[in-house]
């Protein structure tokens, strides 16, 4: 068989490069899309001099025509996309009272119509080839909100109303559709919350602790394997026990 092709938005930094070397260690071919070209060439020479071969493609994921480029360059250099791992994300946290338009369509954009820029241009060649897994990279705040993230909440929802209907579609066909949602990780996003916050959400953890970003790869390297062809439409919570339900 040949090696499956992965594609990890937003998989220069944080949880997505994780994902990106995790997905390596499991033998797919690894593309990493990015925003910033500048941070992900140097990024990729950095894991080029630690023997991952990982290739990066341009993919403003709020843009659908640039999307539909990236999607195609992949196709074209790589091989046709099995895994999709949408994992792009932004906060612009504020109490609602406080939430501009701006702050709102921000995150909606990244977040949200994101997943819909991507998803829409690849699933139906996976459901030709009659394999694909498309991993969306929702969050614990989608599933209890938080104090200052209306708008990243309901985008994080959002995800999971989509990964389920979606994963009607596509469940006669080797598609399958999950949603992974993430608790508090030590990536840079969560390091830039107040420092007293923090701490705070940290005591709140059943485990005591942040999650690493290694944590979370391990679950969608679940996800992707050819064994949970029977896992679909479901939602994997990996959150050291802050919500349980
Ligand atoms: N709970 C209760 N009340 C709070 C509060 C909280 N967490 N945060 C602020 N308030 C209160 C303030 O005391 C203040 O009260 P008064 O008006 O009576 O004085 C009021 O709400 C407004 O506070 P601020 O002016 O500080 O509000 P702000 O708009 O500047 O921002 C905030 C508040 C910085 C967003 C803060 O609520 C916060 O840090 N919340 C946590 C955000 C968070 O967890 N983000 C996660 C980012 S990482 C991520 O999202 C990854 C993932 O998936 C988990």
Known sequence: MNQRVALVTGGTGGIGEAICKRFIDDGYKVVAAYNNKEKAEAWQ??????GLDI?????????????????????????????????????????FKKMTAERWDAVIDTNLNSVFNMTRQVFEGMMERGFGRIINISSINGQMGQFGQCNYSAAKAGMHGFTKSLARETARKGVTVNTLSPGYVATPMVMAIAEEVRQQIEQGIPMGRLSTAEEIAHGVSFLA?????????????????????
């Open 55 to 95: 290739n990066i493609v341009y993919c403003p994921v709020t843009d659908f025509d640039a999307c539909g480029v990236a999607i195609k360059w992949v196709e074209d250099h790589v091989g046709p996309i099995d895994i999709l791992v949408n994992n792009a994300g932004i906060t612009k946290d504020g109490a």
């Open 45 to 50: 020479a950095v894991q080029r001099q630690a």
């Open 225 to 245: 394997s050819e064994l949970s062809s029977y896992t679909t439409g479901s939602e994997l919570s990996i959150n050291g026990g802050l919500f349980m339900h």
